[in-house]
């Protein structure tokens, strides 16, 4: 399994990103899914996961501003990101919950005060 993530940018203080991670060459739609995010200086960490029935878990500190979906048919996954702050600046990768994918290139989110 191949991902690709993409949708990354440059915003303002409040403002929203959408981004995709596209899942290719493997068994996407049975697999649970993860957004992770990794500061500069910081551990990498789970921000959003959603399982292969929908059900959905948020780190506290995204908890009412982010929104992980999926589409199965399209081998993808989304985190819709609003109301951002400066501490969401990281770059952004898709896994399975557990790690077991090789990661992908990432995505920059950077939010600017």
């Known amino acids: 399994v191949q991902l690709v993530v993409s949708g990354g940018d440059l915003v303002p203080v409040g403002g929203s990103l959408r981004l995709s991670c596209a899942a290719t060459g493997g068994i996407f739609s049975i697999l649970n899914w993860g957004w992770f995010r990794q500061a500069p200086g910081k551990q990498r960490e789970v921000v959003a996961t959603i399982n292969n029935l929908g059900s959905v878990n948020y780190a506290d500190s995204v908890e009412g501003r982010f929104t992980i979906s999926r589409d199965n048919a399209k081998n993808t996954v989304y985190l819709q990101m609003n109301r951002l702050y400066p501490e969401d600046t990281g770059a952004y990768y898709c896994?399975?919950?557990?790690?077991?994918?090789?990661w992908g290139q990432g995505t920059q989110v950077t939010v600017s005060s």
């Open positions: 896994n399975t919950p557990l790690q077991i994918l090789q």
